[in-house]
């Protein structure tokens, strides 16, 4: 059996699993044990999940940058039962969407061992799962997070009383941000601390800092590929391969229903 074959059931009982907190966050928090992903728990300030592949690196990255201090986030999973627990903590949570062709592709790209058919039906049951509790959201489309997060930082500060600093997106911060992006895989503690709000900026800078003067390891490799997490044209390129299937006639109702499950979200709050 191949190794996608294998995966398949997995990323299937993982989708089902994630829409119920009680069980998925018992065991995200055996798996997650810190520094990145961050489960919530009773230190967390805020919550920023959504659907993988809507901006949440972007979205934490880019809070962070803007604080004079760090804000414990609880971030990453791509579960709902993360933020259905916000809700029922009453803790502020931006939840994250992006229409369904671009999630469900970039997910694919990223993961190419996913089926179309499981990516579309877990993008649906992702936030068809979140509209009983739709109303305890700031919700963030993935064009307004990656074009204009301050707004969404506004509409945080507004809906919630909090105190946020708004991102500036000047041409050094987007720089910076989309640096840290690339450097993610290689999986620095400090790094992935400060996304969760427990390493400042001065200390992630410093231990920036001591990676580029340390002598490289031959031993090491060359590290992981990183063009595939910020925006480029051979990801472009992989995605446009990709759109033929999504608009094949064979994925007309999931599609239609992945696309149908958007529309809802991102409406008016509507609860059962």
Known sequence: MSVTALRRPRHMLRTRLSEHPSLYLRLARRRYPGPSPEVIGPDTELVIDGYTRSASTFAVYALQLAQVRPVR?????????????????????????????????????????????????????FYRSLIPCRSHFVVGEFEEVTHDFARVVRSLNDRF???????????????????????????????????????????LQAERQRARTKPPDPAEGPGPDTSLWVPSPGRSQLKDALRDRWHHHSMDSLRLRAEAAYRDFVGEPCSR
């Open 73 to 125: 986030l609880a971030h990453h999973l791509h579960a709902p039962a993360q933020l259905i627990e916000a809700a029922r903590r009453h803790v502020p949570a931006l939840a994250l969407i992006r229409k369904p062709e671009g999630a469900v592709l970039s997910h694919l790209v990223r993961e190419p061992w996913v089926d179309m058919r499981d990516a579309a039906d877990g993008y649906a049951r």
């Open 161 to 203: 009383g909090l105190a946020l600093k708004e991102f500036e997106p000047t041409e050094s911060n987007l720089s910076l941000c989309f640096e840290l992006i690339k450097e993610r895989p290689m999986l620095s503690e400090v790094l992935l601390g400060f996304e969760s709000g427990t390493v400042t900026f001065e200390e």
